[in-house]
């Protein structure tokens, strides 16, 4: 033994100083990020926090469990790692004590304890075993894109499944050999644990009874894989077994609680940070000049960020998740976080010297540091091999559905990330898509992403058989009523969401529950434009609206659209008024067991019908209610609630959230349009939503579904409040009265099989008759639309923008930002007049199809996912077509020269001269301005408003990459070097280069009844 003990020390004395050198260097890393002050308050409290936490989600493997066969294998692996630590300390104690038969003490050779050693070992080879076959049949090589381990390293979750197999295999050595050279023993022995230790016994039956050679063999090897390992953990992506269980204590502190009591960072966005502090637009002047804006540098995020990247086990269940991945996106939320942390660890040696010392680094170190953040990329987007390590489309691509969030084990934040750098391209870069210029405009103008007048606020209620109160008109204040009904942009302006808003209003009058509304005083409550990253233009929104809601005395708000109760009820409290906000489909369920509105039981509201239900993902994930939408849907008579296979909090995401609204979707497959196919799959006669979002893309989906026949002419979608509606008046129910919907779906089925017919539709740019498939019985009938308001095929939302002047009578005077041109103009023409063309996405590269590059190799110890231990979990369903044949095709080049963008400036210069000044000097978007050319302004003053959007030439060229996208090479990398072998048309991501078209054209007053349009 003191031979054993002279080279078991050595082995010590070599690599544990390289572990603390390692630990050393990651400690350094960490701690170079930004301050995250509200991730260390209450560090005690936590700390205790944090233990019951670690409880639940590593001892009780909680999340886990939920993937049923990789969950209960990982946790023998994981209870394995914990409890065969215990064998480690009696081998180093029989090392350091020369006595092979060492033991705890007062525990000593407790029978119970060998008994659980052994079990674990055994159960953990079971364990790694099942990880084996589920890795084998999983593999990416075979499943592409749709393997949730596309992506992660393979290679080195097989070398963590040898060196755990190792682990164990020395361990039994060791033992056995011990329990061969003592006699026979049992409960209360002192001769080791003998029958307990069933394994080692077994085994040790085996070996010779003088067998010191082999204790000492067991036992050096036992130690020596150990040390191996721990080298090969902190310097790999295995890391996270150590810094996964710290990133789960250091999450965010208002994080949304699920309904299993777990909180995951999703509600709010984070906000804007500067050097651990809040940027409010109050504090824009006093910024310091190196002050950034986002995140634009791996230096910029914060300890708590780079504490993600090194958390992420490479699972892989983010990915299989994302809407944005299972279209064919190059956006995968897992590989998004792996590329930061590459580059982070990469970069270290660069960022961590100082100055003067830089030069004198490996030149791939400082070209590694040099890259820049977001931009360009070469190779793979979602993997690039060089450029900038995130691509502009991926970041652009992201609806922050939050289903990474939601899924992932360790509370990666990975929606507050791809804001940061969101907001830096927007706030300094000026890089964004070209959509979200008439996006922000409409927002700075008219505080509507229309741009609509804010006059035509109330237009939704007109005619309505009640008068509806209105704060500051019929009502002083909301004292007077016991609820403040936020309407919305949506429900204000757009014609199938005015329905649901009329609904809303009609059952609450019904109920006799009293409501106000503000009126044209109400204003966008900034939702996409702080997740499109322009953070001061959301704070201006929501200045103005907290500075109405507290004049109005608003405590108790009720609204249909999950995207400003999220804004109202999660991010306004940080920025000074807490409100008591519910969804409507809360509010009406209430209503519902409080005996207010009661669902006739028969009649044409009560007829047979099966109806789905779409979980928004601001009302569900964001907000947890996923209850209430669906005891409404289950109490109407007649109805039969048909989930879909990706539902509640697995819910597949429309596709307009993070601002994806307002853009156009020209890479891989519609999201909308694989969603809706999920839901007509289902047999439902109708689609239930409770978003005005969802509304506009699901029924933008089922039109396209039932233009080329594979939708029913009777499904329709509509807002739960609008079934509930028609449930309690008793007044028919469905689209078509029963009988009809055979006759209406003749004609329907024809046209689908007159593809010249449909093509031709499809060129004429008004498309009435495309907008009347999919929409519902109570929407407005299609013909009624004046054909001038529809927006072209592949043109911007904004295209058709509103002949509506601007609407100068906000309360403040003039525009949010109308000081804006005094000091350079406003951020459009920061954008525009920069000598870069803002527009994101215009490059029409392609990018080899995704499974022909899968990177070797890769999992974790104890992942859940990347690691060995993952199993093909349930993936969602996929979409509904093959592999795709081609991914990354890019748009095109966009066309619109920067300089046009300049003009929307203009029109806020002007009351800005009359208007009495805010408090804010020049304008929100100078911030930036460093980058811009001031000059900009200038010529901007001159433009009026109702100029052509400057998206319509990038949009109309839009089309030309069609050809390409079909052309794009198949999975084969050498198609890289061949693009002659263009993938069939037929298997190609379809992609329109449309925005979904909300409508805003109808005049809903004229129709008598809500179900009479
Ligand atoms: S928020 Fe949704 S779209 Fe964005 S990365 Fe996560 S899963 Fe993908
Ligand atoms: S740990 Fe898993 S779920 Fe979380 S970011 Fe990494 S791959 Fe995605």
Not at 140 to 145: A, D, T
Not at 770 to 796: I, R
Request: proline share 7%.
């Amino acid at each position: 033994m003191t031979v054993t003990l002279i080279i078991g020390l050595i082995l010590n004395a070599i690599i544990l100083p390289l572990a603390a050198k390692r630990v050393l260097f990651l400690y350094r890393l960490i701690s170079h990020g930004q301050p995250a002050p509200d991730r260390m308050e209450n560090i005690t409290k936590r700390t205790a926090g944090a233990l019951g936490t670690q409880l639940r989600e590593v001892l009780g493997q909680r999340r886990l469990l939920k993937w049923t066969i990789p969950g209960v294998a990982h946790s023998f692996v994981m209870y394995a790692f914990l409890i065969l630590g215990t064998v480690y300390v009696e081998a180093y104690g029989a090392l350091l004590s020369r006595n092979p038969d060492w033991h705890f003490l007062f525990i000593g050779t407790w029978g119970p304890l060998g008994l659980l050693q052994d079990l674990i070992a055994v159960l953990c080879l079971v364990g790694l075993v099942t990880f084996y076959f589920i890795r084998m049949r999983n593999q990416p090589e075979k499943l592409g894109r749709k393997s949730r381990f596309s992506g992660s390293h393979l290679g080195g979750a097989y070398l963590v499944l040898f060196m755990i197999f190792n682990v164990i295999w020395t361990m039994f050595l060791f033992r056995a050999a011990v329990s061969a050279g003592v006699p026979e023993s049992g409960p209360g022995s002192d001769d080791g644990y003998g029958k307990w230790a069933f394994a080692s016994y077994a085994i040790g039956k085996l070996l010779p009874e003088d067998n010191g050679f082999l204790i000492g063999l067991g036992l050096l090897l036992h130690i020596g894989i150990m040390l191996v390992f721990l080298i090969d953990v902190l310097h790999s992506k295995h890391l996270h077994i150590f810094v996964a269980p710290l990133n789960v204590m250091f999450k965010r502190p208002d994080a949304i609680e699920r309904e299993d009591g777990k909180t995951v960072a999703l509600g709010k966005v984070k906000p804007m940070m500067n050097n651990g502090k809040a940027i409010t637009l109050d504090d824009v002047d006093d910024l310091d000049e190196d002050a950034t804006l986002g995140i634009g540098n791996i230096n910029d995020f914060s300890w708590k960020g780079v504490l993600d990247f090194a958390s992420c086990t490479e699972c892989g269940r983010c990915q299989s998740q994302c809407p944005a991945w299972n279209t064919e996106k190059p956006l995968s939320p897992k590989m998004l976080i792996m590329n930061l942390r590459d580059h982070a660890f990469a970069s270290a040696p660069y960022n961590l010297v100082a100055e003067d010392k830089r030069g004198g680094l490996d030149a791939a170190v400082i070209a590694e540091a040099e890259r820049p953040l977001v931009g360009d990329t070469e190779g793979l987007a979602w993997h690039p091999d060089g450029g900038a390590i995130i691509d502009t489309d991926v970041l652009w691509s992201c609806t922050n559905c939050g289903a990474c969030v939601n899924q992932c084990p360790v509370d990666i934040e990975h929606v507050d990330h791809i804001t940061d750098m969101r907001r830096y391209q927007v706030l300094v870069e000026s890089n964004f898509p070209s959509e979200l210029n008439g996006l922000f405009r409409g927002l700075e103008q008219n505080g509507n992403p229309w741009n609509m007048s804010s006059r035509g606020r109330m237009d939704w209620a007109k005619d309505l058989p009640f008068e509806v109160k209105v704060v500051g008109e019929t009502i002083e204040s909301l004292d007077e009523v016991d609820w403040l009904f936020w309407v919305g942009c949506a429900g204000a302006y757009e014609d199938r969401a005015k329905k649901t808003t009329r609904a809303v209003a009609e059952l609450l009058d019904m109920a006799g529950v009293s409501f106000g509304v503000l009126g044209n005083g109400e204003t966008c409550t900034g939702d996409s434009a702080r997740r499109a990253g322009n953070e001061f233009v959301f704070q201006g929104l929501a200045q103005q609206n907290i500075e109405m809601l507290t004049e109005a005395k608003a405590k108790q708000v009720v609204s249909t659209c999950p995207h400003c109760m999220n804004t109202l009820k999660n991010e306004y409290r940080d920025l000074g008024i807490e409100l008591d906000v519910i969804h409507h489909t809360q509010l009406l369920n209430r209503l519902v067991r409080e005996g207010k509105l009661t669902p006739v039981a028969s009649g044409e509201g009560a007829h047979q019908r099966k109806i789905t239900y779409h979980d928004p993902c601001f009302l569900g994930r964001h907000n947890q209610v996923y209850t209430p939408p669906r005891d409404l849907l289950q109490i109407m008579p007649g109805a039969e609630l048909a989930e879909m296979e990706r539902s509640g909090e697995k819910s597949f995401c429309c596709g307009a959230g993070g601002a994806r609204m307002w853009m156009e979707e020209t890479i891989g497959e519609r999201i909308n349009v694989n969603r809706t196919n999920e839901a007509v799959a289902t047999g439902a006669d109708q689609i239930a939503v409770g978003c005005p979002f969802c509304r506009v893309m699901l029924a933008d989906g089922l039109t396209e579904a039932q233009d080329n026949g594979s939708a029913r002419a009777e499904v329709e979608v509509l807002d739960v409040a609008q079934m509930l509606l028609a449930s309690v008046k008793g007044e028919v129910a469905t689209r078509y009265k029963p009988g009809e919907g055979e006759k209406a779906a003749a004609p329907a089925a024809k046209k689908a099989e007159a593809p010249e017919a449909k093509a031709a539709e499809e060129a004429a740019p008004a498309a009435p008759a495309a907008a009347s498939a999919g929409s519902s019985l109570f929407d407005d009938a299609p013909a009624e639309a004046p054909a001038a308001k529809a927006a072209p095929s592949g043109g911007s939302l904004f295209d058709d923008a509103p002949a509506a002047p601007a609407e100068p009578a906000k309360p403040a005077g003039g525009s949010l930002f109308d000081e804006a041109p005094a000091a350079g103009g406003s951020l459009f023409d920061a954008a525009d007049s920069a000598p870069a063309e803002p527009a994101a996405p215009a490059k029409a590269e392609e990018k080899p199809a995704p499974a022909a590059a899968e990177p070797a190799s890769g999992g974790s110890l104890f992942d859940m996912g990347g690691s060995l231990f993952d199993a093909a979990d349930s993936a969602p369903a996929e979409p509904a077509k093959a592999e795709p044949a081609k991914v990354e095709e890019k748009p095109a080049e966009a066309a619109a020269p920067a300089a046009p963008a300049a003009e929307p400036a203009a029109p806020a210069a002007a009351p800005a001269t009359e208007a009495a000044p805010a408090d804010l000097s020049g304008s929100l978007f100078d911030i930036p301005a460093a980058s811009e050319p001031a000059p900009a302004a200038a010529p901007a003053a001159a433009a009026p408003v109702e100029e052509a959007p400057v998206e319509e030439p990038a949009a109309e060229e839009a089309p030309a990459e069609e050809p390409a996208a079909e052309e794009a090479p198949a999975e084969e990398p050498a198609a890289e070097e061949a693009p002659a072998a263009p993938a069939p048309a037929a298997e190609a991501p379809k992609s329109s280069g449309e925005t979904n078209e909300p409508r805003t054209d109808v005049n809903i007053s004229d129709s008598g009844s809500l179900f009479d349009l």
